[in-house]
Nanobody, 126 residues
Framework: QVQLVDSGGGSVQAGGSLRLSCTCS????????MGWFRQAPGKEREFVAA??????????RYVDSVKGRFTISRDNAKNTVYLQMTGLKPEDTAVYYC?????????????????WGQGTQVTVSS
């Protein structure tokens, strides 16, 4: 069982920044495609960003609403995947979840991910 731990959420004002982290103590995350999803109250879980498996920087994908503001990256030495969020907007408010896919691709579909973190709350005030 792959247990992901995501962290780094918090409360910021619009225009602020946060960096979310996702790590796993028992498994090497570079073997997995990694993604970030979010779920706002009363809404379905939404894809945010993903990165392919591997030792390099990886290929990435983003939902249009965060392109140019969010960056997903991985530090394999630290076994950690990050989501750097800048220019935050109130509509970014949600619980953010990291996820791992054994397929290794940067997939946008939640059903393609096998393991999930517990979620970290991000609140952006106007």
């Amino acid at each position: 069982q792959v247990q992901l731990v995501d962290s780094g959420g918090g409360s910021v004002q619009a225009g602020g920044s946060l960096r979310l982290s996702c790590t796993c103590s028992q498994h090497t995350l570079r073997n997995y495609g990694m993604g970030w999803f979010r779920q706002a109250p009363g809404k379905e879980r939404e894809f945010v960003a993903a990165i392919t498996w591997g030792s390099g920087s990886g290929s990435t994908r983003y939902v249009d609403s965060v392109k140019g503001r969010f960056t997903i990256s991985r530090d394999n030495a630290k076994n950690t995947v990050y989501l750097q969020m800048t220019g935050l907007k109130p509509e970014d408010t949600a619980v953010y979840y990291c996820a791992a896919s054994i397929r290794g691709f940067a997939t946008v579909a939640a059903k393609d991910y096998d393991y999930w973190g517990q979620g970290t709350q991000v609140t952006v005030s106007s």
